[in-house]
């Protein structure tokens, strides 16, 4: 191989290295990011099914009830999935390590409020119609706002190093 040869190998090679090296796995995030979307149109369809033109009854029962809550945990496995990526070669912090546990514990609230009268807990137990009434509306709510402050505590803030010098 002659020099100008070596030189065009070298460049053709240089550009296709000049791709920067993520610290995070793009593939881990699109997918989170599809499972979450996914979950948004699940929860949406649960939530307001009329904008499908499925809405057969002046109330919330239980299937819509059931598919808001699917869609709910698709969002939350979604999101992380996706925030997970973010720490792909980095030591997760203590704060991440809670926000998980709000995640999951946002959902057991959503979940067993939003299920409250199917459980037996709410104010309209079985065999009566469920109903998904204010109080059950406030619980997923607070569910969904401790969810959220989760995330919040998942995302990978950049170290901040402190001088020790006092000059």
Same mark, same amino acid.
């Given at each position: 191989?002659?020099?100008?040869?070596?030189?065009?190998?070298?460049?053709?090679?240089?550009?296709?290295?000049?791709?920067?090296?993520?610290?995070?796995?793009?593939?881990?995030?699109?997918? $989170? @990011?599809?499972?979450?979307?996914? #979950?948004?149109? %699940?929860?949406?369809?649960?939530?307001?099914?009329? +904008? =499908? &033109?499925?809405?057969?009854?002046?109330?919330?029962?239980?299937?819509?009830?059931?598919?808001?809550?699917?869609?709910?945990?698709?969002?939350?496995?979604?999101?992380?999935?996706?925030?997970?990526?973010?720490?792909?070669?980095?030591?997760?912090?203590?704060?991440?390590?809670? $926000? @998980?546990?709000?995640?999951?514990? #946002?959902?057991? %609230?959503?979940?067993?409020?939003?299920?409250?009268? +199917? =459980? &037996?807990?709410?104010?309209?137990?079985?065999?009566?119609?469920?109903?998904?009434?204010?109080?059950?509306?406030?619980?997923?709510?607070?569910?969904?706002?401790?969810?959220?402050?989760?995330?919040?505590?998942?995302?990978?803030?950049?170290?901040?190093?402190?001088?020790?010098?006092?000059?």
């Amino acid at each position: 191989m002659s020099q100008p040869e070596q030189g065009a190998a070298s460049t053709a090679g240089a550009q296709v290295d000049t791709n920067p090296i993520r610290p995070y796995s793009l593939r881990r995030i699109r997918t $989170g @990011l599809g499972v979450t979307l996914f #979950g948004l149109f %699940i929860f949406l369809t649960g939530a307001r099914p009329n +904008i =499908l &033109g499925m809405d057969r009854s002046p109330i919330m029962g239980f299937i819509q009830i059931a598919v808001i809550e699917v869609g709910m945990a698709m969002i939350c496995l979604g999101g992380y999935v996706s925030l997970m990526a973010l720490w792909k070669n980095r030591q997760r912090s203590i704060t991440a390590d809670f $926000g @998980l546990r709000f995640v999951a514990t #946002g959902y057991v %609230i959503c979940f067993f409020t939003g299920m409250a009268d +199917i =459980l &037996g807990l709410g104010s309209h137990p079985l065999p009566g119609i469920p109903y998904f009434g204010v109080w059950q509306a406030f619980g997923t709510l607070l569910g969904e706002a401790i969810i959220a402050l989760g995330f919040l505590m998942l995302l990978p803030y950049p170290v901040h190093k402190h001088s020790t010098d006092h000059a």
